[in-house]
């Protein structure tokens, strides 16, 4: 039987030579029972979806007031701020241990293969979302005439682009951690008196021609791109000082370590914040079947694009280029594909990734606990599809038929932008209207659109997920032998036995007795 490391390890683990006489049924758990209390939490998570949606669907006739709702909804409220309290956190912590241990070429070489990834799928999710609406049709029965109109801010395609580079380099680190840069808009009217006299009274006419100024603001959200620069540059810098810096990686890799503790504590909660959250949002729904109706074909659209876009490209890349059997990789990512699913967000996934990156497909932790973060801030494949269909979806109801040009223009716009979408729920709408704006299309026009956000935001976090992830692989499998081995010297195995003597760090006495049963616990050894 092939050893294994321990869960959460990051050496392989000091092994009895007798452990091949261990009893079977002490190996592992065998039968039905076993395999419940092995997939007990993915087994209450699917439970409290079904319950959710069962539950969502039952209580919509009652017409629910808002404070009845609520207080049904608090309990995934106060799930999703307990996953964000510890986020940010993991964020800082993995990224600078993470780092810390690659050499510089190595780190080079890994950003490189994200970022390009993150660009290349950004593009070919657009293309996917292109084509299904080229195909589906989906404006040919939406009547706009009823919808409400939405107040967006206006934002020019190149003060987002701007924004993007100004926050790689925060100036404050504590204020990204709640704050980031964000150009604002002051409308100012500029009376004009009309030289024209009117013809019945003589008097003279007036009229406001306004202008827009520019000036940069903060708005509220974590600088996630930005903390991640800074925390590469720290980590490189502990990395090349060497021995001084050996205790300052030591602090951070057990942060990272404390933190995940917690996180698979708080997992726990998951299946009853993820109920309330269903929940919650199917009750507050207000003509269901006649937004299906009229929106039907574009839900369609984009769902079939999403799960093209999941179960064939990302599939077929990860197949390609990982050598890694899709659809039992993304079978061992499934807690996290349902906790995106319901929180709308993968930010908020990000233990659980790195969990089945690192346990369950054996990704480098140098790797997975970089990479992870980093696509969490730049990659947005089901948002890229999302934005590309809404957008020529909406230019089609409002009278203007994109033509190759503007589809052209949009693909691109989506491509780039999709590097700047935060990964909070419905921040899609913002790039949305961005796009809009770019073509001449009223951003008064997605109103209708919202309608259907509440399933359009989590199917497309989930094909974001299924992404994030894939990437980690795909850089492992490129990178692995620029990878140092890992040293020894932070934590040692002991063997469950007798006469166990340990003589200094790192060395265990290799004399034994064989009438002890054989185990394997994690000891720190404090020189």
């Known amino acids: 039987m092939e050893n294994e490391p321990l869960r959460g390890s990051t050496e392989a683990p000091v092994y009895n030579n007798k452990s091949e006489n261990k009893p079977k049924s002490s190996r592992n ?64 912590c993995s990224v600078i241990s993470g780092t810390a241990s690659l050499n510089p070429k190595s780190n080079g070489k890994i950003s490189a293969i994200a970022f390009t990834y993150c660009l290349l799928t950004n593009f070919m999710s657009c293309v996917i979302g292109l084509v299904f609406t080229l195909i589906i049709k989906p404006a040919r029965f939406v009547d706009t005439k009823n919808t409400e109109s939405v107040k967006t801010q206006m934002l020019q395609t190149q003060d987002i682009f701007a924004d993007l580079l100004r926050n790689l380099v925060p100036d404050n680190i504590v204020e990204a ?12 009217a500029n009376e004009i008196e009309s030289m024209k006299a009117n013809e019945t009274d003589g008097n003279s006419t007036s009229s406001q021609l306004y202008t827009f100024s520019k000036y940069l603001g903060k708005t509220d959200g974590t600088n996630i791109l930005g903390l991640i620069v800074v925390c590469l540059l720290i980590g490189i810098a502990i990395n090349n000082s060497q021995e001084k810096g050996k205790h300052f990686l030591r ?32 009750a507050g729904i207000e003509n269901l079947e006649q937004t299906f109706v009229q929106l039907g074909l574009f839900v369609l659209t984009v769902f079939v694009g999403i799960v093209i876009h999941q179960l064939v490209f990302i599939a077929l890349i990860l197949f390609v280029l ?82 190759v040009s503007t589809t052209i223009i949009v693909v691109v716009l989506t491509t780039v932008a999709g590097l700047a979408i935060p990964s909070v729920p419905s921040s899609s709408i913002v790039t949305l209207v961005v796009i809009l704006s770019s073509i001449n299309i009223p951003a008064e026009a997605i109103g209708f659109l919202f309608t259907v956000e509440w399933f359009l935001d989590r199917i497309r ?11 980690a692989a795909i850089v492992y499998r490129f990178c692995k032998s620029d990878l140092s081995p890992l040293q020894f010297d932070e934590e040692v195995y002991e063997v469950k036995v007798s006469n166990l003597d340990i003589h200094r760090e790192g060395q265990v006495d290799n004399h034994v007795d064989s009438g002890k049963e054989d185990g394997l616990h994690p000891v720190h050894i404090v020189s």
């Open 29 to 92: 758990n065998s039968g039905c029972t076993g395999r419940v209390q092995n997939n007990l939490l993915l087994i209450l998570t699917v439970g409290g979806i079904l319950l959710g949606i069962a539950i969502g669907f039952a209580v919509r006739p009652l017409n629910l007031s808002s404070d009845a709702r609520m207080w049904l909804g608090l309990p995934g409220e106060i799930f999703l701020r307990l996953l964000k309290m510890l986020i940010l956190p993991l964020i800082i």
């Open 177 to 188: 951690c709640f704050q980031q840069v964000q150009t604002q808009y002051k409308k100012i």
């Open 251 to 282: 602090f951070f890799t057990s942060a990272t370590e404390v933190v995940l503790i917690l996180l698979r504590w708080l997992l726990w909660y998951a299946p009853l914040g993820v109920f309330s959250l269903i929940t919650v949002s199917l």
């Open 322 to 403: 990982a050598h890694r059997n899709p659809y039992r990789y993304l079978l061992s990512i499934s807690r996290g594909w349902m906790l995106a699913f319901a929180a709308t967000s993968t930010a908020v996934a990000i233990p659980e990734m790195l969990h089945a990156c690192e346990v369950s497909n054996k990704i480098d932790k140098r790797v997975s606990r970089y990479v992870v973060p980093f696509c969490v801030t730049l990659n947005a494949d089901g948002s890229a599809l999302y934005i590309t269909a809404a957008a020529l979806f909406v230019a089609t109801v409002t009278g203007n038929s994109p033509d």
């Open 461 to 471: 976090s989930t094909s974001n997920l299924f992404s994030h992830t894939a990437c």
